[in-house]
């Protein structure tokens, strides 16, 4: 099993920045992709990015492109999701995930087997 601890929501105004984290233990060998999903209140889980564990490979939708960047440090076991030019529309739960499938879709739900507990961020006017 994979463990995911996620870190780095909290409450920012409109403009500005926060960078969450994701720290992974457990089996972390087999994973192939992890990714950052959101959820907003009274809304579905969504697709926000996600970066291959090898290679330079990152997908991303197009509410977050040119504003966030997913990142990684293979050594500490931990993934990155920076976020600039928060919008109040960015406000939602966000949640990491893993996923040790090599063939499945990135943006599918079903393709990630453990996530993390969430962490809340709320953008402010």
């Known amino acids: 099993q994979v463990q995911l601890v996620e870190s780095g929501g909290g409450l920012v105004q409109a403009g500005g920045s926060l960078r969450l984290s994701c720290a992974a233990s457990?089996?972390?060998?087999?994973?192939?992709?992890m990714g950052w999903f959101r959820q907003a209140p009274g809304k579905e889980r969504e697709f926000v990015e996600a970066i291959r564990w090898s290679g330079d490979i990152t997908y991303y939708a197009d509410s977050v492109k040119g504003r966030f960047t997913i990142s990684r440090d293979n050594a500490k076991n931990t993934v990155y999701l920076q976020m600039n030019s928060l919008k109040l529309e960015d406000t939602a739960v966000y949640y990491c995930?893993?996923?040790?499938?090599?063939?499945?879709?990135?943006?599918?739900?079903?393709?990630?087997?453990?996530w993390g507990q969430g962490t809340q961020v709320t953008v402010s006017s």
């Open positions: 457990g089996r972390t060998s087999s994973t192939v992709v």
């Open positions: 995930a893993a996923s040790m499938r090599p063939w499945a879709k990135y943006s599918d739900l079903g393709a990630y087997a453990y």
